[in-house]
């Protein structure tokens, strides 16, 4: 079964950090694949958090990411992490993991269920 599977959410302070992960399967040449980690509020559109190329030398953030978030990857581990510092309450949504590449959702074929991040003040 194709799949992307996403870990690592949960609630934490502000000021506090979190490490997402995205397990992929079912599917080879992972490292042929862009991911990329979108983020959907209540009422809000899914929006770009951060995006990485298939060997992990091309990266692109969110305006509100950058500085505070890293994407990267582990193609042994068909895995892709997404590490959180300095977390606020505006970061609080659902994170889903997609494959593909580029800043819009139009461009990603395979999404992961989501991890919820619930940011408290």
């Known amino acids: 079964q194709v799949q992307l599977v996403e870990s690592g959410g949960g609630l934490v302070q502000a000021g506090g950090s979190l490490r997402l992960s995205c397990a992929a399967s079912?599917?080879?040449?992972?490292?042929?694949?862009?991911m990329g980690w979108f983020r959907q509020a209540p009422g809000k559109e899914r929006e770009m958090v951060a995006v990485?190329?298939?060997?992990?030398?091309?990266?692109m953030y969110g305006d509100y990411a950058k500085g505070r978030f890293t994407v990267y990857r582990d193609n042994a581990k068909k895995t892709v992490y997404l590490q959180m510092n300095s977390l606020n309450s505006e970061d609080t949504a659902a994170y889903y993991c997609?494959?593909?590449?580029?800043?819009?959702?139009?461009?990603?074929?395979?999404w992961g269920q989501g991890t919820q991040v619930t940011v408290s003040s």
């Open positions: 079912g599917y080879n040449n992972f490292q042929n694949y862009g």
């Open positions: 997609a494959r593909g590449y580029g800043p819009t959702t139009s461009t990603y074929d395979l």
């Open positions: 990485i190329s298939g060997l992990g030398q091309r990266t």
